[in-house]
């Protein structure tokens, strides 16, 4: 107690109180609501864009929607130009990142497209990290023995040095070896048994706080190795009945669990200037509820940067928008997607970074999305004024097609307003 109460002394001591000028690179116009930070508090820029804030620390974290992060120096000019920055991504799985020929095919593109983040996968739904952390309980649990990558930090400066932004995708709660090491952690049926999905998966509670301060810590751990932003994944409530929780499951319940994750995320990351991202179902855009996962758009946007609906046409039923196919709507699709989840918070267009289909329809007429229909989906997030984008094709295999000539003059539809009533429900999670 003594020596905390030290510490918090001696940087107040020694805090300076430093006022910084936040600007577009581009426009070299204010950035308002930029965000200043250091391991301790944030503030953020006013209307002419400055921001002040006392710290002891030697570096300040500045960032803001939209735009690449920068760490900057007590001692350096306190104007910040902070560059405009439009994700635009291809995933990159467990098996794909220690494949010399898949990152071969995905540099390439990155080289001959206008691709130029990647996604790939630091913690999987089977609980397997790609790299060996240093998580005590992740090395205990051996969730490194089936590691694709070997050194993580030549990894990650190989894409950087092709001028790639780099996103670690994190599964959170589908976590099938911290269950199975760990029963007292495992979701389970009402006869006391773990429950598994129809993939032979287990999951973990929701509700479980040592399970948060876990997976905070592996996402610490890379953003420690120079990722620039965490994308949490299965950080829901699996869609299935009958299941046992430690709390009553109901809405304020699961909301409450899934932010009380992310703030333990974002608290752990506070000595990191990096993202995080959020992925959700398409139908959170759209429901006034939680869809029985604990989303909804304003708690999400309440405790992480980007919201990363996963807009795939194959993914919404029949009828919605009134189309009796959605996968031959595939621009209406994401673009009125993104214009109800803006009616459902006060929140920027630009705190929306979908996933989009990269790969076959499996609930229509079974076709590739190819060059139309991905191109026509980029359209879709592009008009709604997205912070980006991200293919998704589980198992990295993408072409060229749909991803050039992107930026075409395409009809805006009129924006749908019988939304008040709208509760769209989906296939429960076997």
Same mark, same amino acid.
């Given at each position: 107690m003594r020596l905390l109460l030290?510490? /918090?002394?001696?940087?107040?001591?020694?805090?300076?109180?430093?006022s910084l000028h936040i600007l577009d690179a581009r426009t070299l116009s204010p950035l308002i609501g930029a965000i200043v930070s250091d391991t301790q508090s944030s503030v953020k820029t006013n209307e002419k864009g400055i921001a002040k804030?006392?710290?002891?620390?030697?570096?300040i974290f500045v960032k803001a929607y939209g735009y690449k992060q920068k760490n900057v120096s007590q001692a350096d000019a306190q104007t910040v130009f902070l560059e405009p920055f439009t994700s635009k991504a291809l995933y990159v799985s467990f098996w794909?990142?220690?494949?010399?020929?898949?990152?071969?095919?995905? &540099?390439?593109?990155?080289?001959e497209t206008e691709i130029?983040?990647?996604?790939?996968?630091?913690?999987?739904?089977?609980?397997?990290?790609?790299?060996?952390?240093?998580?005590?309980?992740?090395?205990?649990?051996?969730?490194?023995?089936?590691?694709?990558?070997?050194?993580?930090? @030549?990894?990650?400066?190989? &894409?950087? @040095?092709?001028?790639?932004y780099v996103i670690a995708r994190i599964v959170v709660f589908k976590d099938d070896r911290l269950a199975r090491t760990h029963n007292?952690?495992?979701?389970?049926?009402?006869?006391?048994?773990?429950?598994?999905?129809?993939?032979?998966?287990?999951?973990?509670?929701?509700?479980?706080?040592?399970?948060?301060?876990?997976?905070?810590?592996?996402?610490?751990?890379?953003?420690?190795?120079?990722?620039?932003?965490?994308? /949490?994944?299965?950080?829901?409530?699996?869609l299935r009945k009958g299941l046992v929780y430690s709390q009553k499951l109901n809405q304020k319940n699961r909301v409450a669990a899934i932010s009380r994750f992310l703030q333990t995320a974002n608290k752990k990351l506070r000595a990191y200037n990096i993202y995080t991202s959020v992925d959700t179902y398409g139908y959170v855009c759209w429901n006034s509820s939680?869809?029985?996962?604990?989303?909804?758009?304003?708690?999400?946007?309440?405790?992480? @940067?980007y919201i990363a609906p996963m807009l795939y046409p194959s993914g919404f039923g029949s009828g919605i928008l009134g189309f009796k196919n959605p996968t031959e709507h595939s621009y209406e699709i994401i673009n009125e997607s993104i214009k109800a989840g &803006?009616?459902?918070?006060?929140?920027?267009?630009?705190?929306?970074?979908?996933? &989009?289909?990269?790969?076959? @329809?499996?609930?229509?007429?079974?076709?590739?999305?190819?060059?139309?229909?991905?191109?026509?989906?980029?359209?879709?997030?592009?008009?709604?004024?997205?912070?980006?984008?991200?293919?998704?094709?589980?198992?990295?295999?993408f072409s060229s097609k749909g991803l050039q000539d992107t930026k075409l003059p395409y009809p805006i539809l009129p924006a749908y307003k019988e939304l008040k009533n709208i509760n769209y429900c989906f296939r429960k999670e076997n």
């Amino acid at each position: 107690m003594r020596l905390l109460l030290f510490l /918090f002394i001696a940087s107040t001591l020694y805090a300076k109180t430093q006022s910084l000028h936040i600007l577009d690179a581009r426009t070299l116009s204010p950035l308002i609501g930029a965000i200043v930070s250091d391991t301790q508090s944030s503030v953020k820029t006013n209307e002419k864009g400055i921001a002040k804030i006392s710290s002891s620390n030697k570096t300040i974290f500045v960032k803001a929607y939209g735009y690449k992060q920068k760490n900057v120096s007590q001692a350096d000019a306190q104007t910040v130009f902070l560059e405009p920055f439009t994700s635009k991504a291809l995933y990159v799985s467990f098996w794909a990142a220690g494949s010399k020929k898949y990152m071969q095919r995905i &540099l390439k593109l990155a080289k001959e497209t206008e691709i130029n983040t990647v996604i790939v996968d630091v913690k999987n739904e089977f609980g397997n990290l790609s790299y060996k952390s240093n998580v005590k309980l992740a090395q205990k649990i051996g969730a490194h023995r089936q590691r694709t990558i070997y050194n993580i930090d @030549d990894f990650i400066k190989k &894409l950087k @040095d092709e001028g790639l932004y780099v996103i670690a995708r994190i599964v959170v709660f589908k976590d099938d070896r911290l269950a199975r090491t760990h029963n007292e952690y495992a979701l389970k049926d009402s006869n006391g048994t773990v429950w598994r999905n129809r993939e032979k998966l287990a999951w973990v509670s929701p509700f479980e706080t040592k399970v948060h301060n876990y997976v905070a810590d592996i996402a610490a751990d890379a953003a420690s190795h120079g990722f620039d932003e965490i994308n /949490f994944d299965y950080v829901r409530f699996p869609l299935r009945k009958g299941l046992v929780y430690s709390q009553k499951l109901n809405q304020k319940n699961r909301v409450a669990a899934i932010s009380r994750f992310l703030q333990t995320a974002n608290k752990k990351l506070r000595a990191y200037n990096i993202y995080t991202s959020v992925d959700t179902y398409g139908y959170v855009c759209w429901n006034s509820s939680d869809t029985n996962i604990g989303h909804t758009i304003k708690s999400l946007a309440q405790n992480a @940067d980007y919201i990363a609906p996963m807009l795939y046409p194959s993914g919404f039923g029949s009828g919605i928008l009134g189309f009796k196919n959605p996968t031959e709507h595939s621009y209406e699709i994401i673009n009125e997607s993104i214009k109800a989840g &803006l009616q459902r918070a006060n929140v920027q267009a630009i705190r929306f970074k979908p996933w &989009l289909q990269s790969f076959k @329809d499996y609930a229509f007429d079974k076709k590739f999305f190819r060059s139309k229909e991905v191109s026509e989906q980029i359209k879709g997030a592009e008009h709604a004024s997205c912070s980006g984008w991200m293919l998704w094709n589980p198992s990295s295999r993408f072409s060229s097609k749909g991803l050039q000539d992107t930026k075409l003059p395409y009809p805006i539809l009129p924006a749908y307003k019988e939304l008040k009533n709208i509760n769209y429900c989906f296939r429960k999670e076997n």
